[in-house]
């Protein structure tokens, strides 16, 4: 798909429309870009990125505050990390199909920059800013509800499922000799809040089902089902 058709297809999958697109494309500015093009009166999305950052950890921290008031400051700290770490942002990034947005040079590009999860994390909270320079902190507030709400839901309910691949990777292979595997089954929603329904495999057979707003997220679930499952037959 050409960016030109993936820029408009975003856009129309967001719950608001800019007023100014300049906003929107600037977050999609990679340094490398101008490097190879002489600026062209572009401005790379470095310093949306050092706004996004700020932006969103108020943002994310607000809403951990209202929605969990008997948490302890210290569990709130630990909750944010996990959600708006590089990891999960380029995960987040990825599923919302920034990399395919991004404006970079070509050696970048050759060199696996849309995939790169720093160039991903780093354009996820450009836009970030990019809304809230546009639109505010309320719109900012309410996209990010949207977009991390069943991820919060998911670590909130299933505290360190992410430790649950490989756990259930070394039982499969210990008792079958084999590796699970995982697939997506359905992909609902529009691209800010996605959900992903996933099913682990286990020597051919549907052992877990995962449900979450990141295919990774998902995953683990579906990993943990299957775990619970096979120890239960032990």
């Known amino acids: 798909m050409k960016r030109k058709d ?45 706004l996004g950052d700020s932006v969103l950890s108020t943002a994310i921290s ?13 569990e709130l700290t630990k909750l944010r990390a996990r959600l708006i770490n590089r990891r ?34 780093d354009t996820f909270e450009a836009l970030i800013a990019a809304i809230y320079l546009d639109r505010g902190f309320r719109t900012v507030y309410s996209f990010a509800e949207e977009l991390f709400s069943l991820t919060i839901e998911t670590y909130v309910s299933k505290p360190g499922h992410f430790d649950y691949k490989p756990e259930l990777q070394e039982l499969t292979q210990r008792l079958y000799k084999k590796t699970p595997t995982y697939r997506v089954v359905k992909e609902e929603g529009p691209a800010h809040k996605k ?14 089902k995962g449900r979450a707003m990141r295919k990774k997220d998902a995953e683990q679930l579906a990993a943990c089902e299957a775990l619970e499952k096979l120890k239960s037959r032990s």
Do not use: Q, T, W
């Not at 608001?16 to 990679?30: P, Q």
């Not at 607000?62 to 210290?74: A, C, D, T």
């Open 195 to 208: 959900v992903f329904y996933v099913e682990a495999v286990v020597a051919g057979k549907v052992m877990g």
């Open 6 to 50: 993936a820029l408009k297809r975003f856009k129309e999958g967001l719950p608001f429309s800019f007023k100014d697109d300049a906003f929107l494309e600037m977050a999609f500015v990679h340094r490398s870009y101008l490097n190879e093009r002489g600026g062209r009166g572009l401005e790379c999305n470095e310093r949306l990125e050092f």
């Open 62 to 74: 607000h809403i951990l505050f209202k929605k969990f008031p008997e948490m302890v400051e210290g």
């Open 88 to 121: 999960a942002l380029a995960l987040l990034s990825k599923d919302l199909g920034l990399g395919e947005l991004l404006l970079m040079g070509k050696g970048e590009r050759r060199s696996g920059g849309m995939d790169n999860p720093a160039i991903l994390a």
